[in-house]
């Protein structure tokens, strides 16, 4: 799991990680739990993408982010509060990119939402 953190680290994330653990058994991707220093519940989800099955990286990050950003859009426009804990919001990586590639595989980082 240590490479993990590694990979966690190439995000804008806040705080030291402490812990990265499976989440469920995806049939696509593979998902992690991120936790950081001082906090019991985890912080951030870390994702695998599976580029044998989207091969374009870069056409899914965009598709993702613009029905997301939509969704975000409507509930303020309905004044909806708690926005977060109701739409995917990704992290950027350290050097302003949606994704990190780490030479293998690609990764994006997410907010965990609670009870979700």
Known sequence: MENLKEIVSKFNVENEIT???PLG???INDTFKVYIKGCDKPKY?????????FQDVDMLQDN????TNHIRKKLTEKNE???DRKVLNFIKTKDNKRYYFDGEKYWRLMIFINDS
Do not use: P
């Open 19 to 21: 812990e990265v653990k």
């Open 45 to 53: 989800v870390l994702q695998h993408i599976n580029n044998a099955i």
């Open 25 to 27: 058994e995806g049939l």
């Open 81 to 83: 509060t708690d926005i």
């Open 64 to 67: 993702i982010e613009k029905v």
